[in-house]
């Protein structure tokens, strides 16, 4: 599956964005997808995921209540609404797909498919 995320950009402090991720080649909906953030000198770290049917999902607790990940599979289209942002969030988004469960889906280790990312800055 080939994935492209969008929607990354310069916002203030108290915004928002909406960060978007094209899939195509595969059947969407076999996938597990999640979002990961990368900071400048720091390690790719889980943010957000959402099971293939989009019945169950999961964020990461630093975000827990201004970030919603959600998935259109009839448009193979995974979204990550991002509200009251922070200058923390600033980091490179990545979507990811997989197939697997368990453990391995809250790490990039899990992930064999990856967008190119998109760089949200949060300016204070």
């Known amino acids: 599956v080939q994935l492209q995320a969008c929607g990354g950009g310069l916002v203030q402090a108290g915004g928002s964005l909406r960060l978007s991720c094209a899939a195509s080649g595969r059947t969407f909906s076999n996938y597990h997808m999640g979002w990961f953030r990368q900071a400048p000198g720091k390690e790719r770290v889980f943010v957000a995921g959402?099971?293939?049917?989009?019945?169950?999902?999961y964020v990461e607790d630093s975000v827990k209540g201004r970030f919603t990940i959600s998935r259109d599979n009839a448009k193979n289209t995974l979204y990550l609404q991002m509200n009251n942002l922070k200058p923390e969030d600033t980091a490179a988004y990545f979507c990811a797909a997989t197939t697997l469960g368990g453990g391995g889906f809250y790490t990039p280790s899990g992930y064999p498919y990856w967008g190119q990312g998109t760089l949200v800055t949060v300016s204070s």
């Open positions: 959402i099971s293939g049917a989009g019945g169950n999902t």
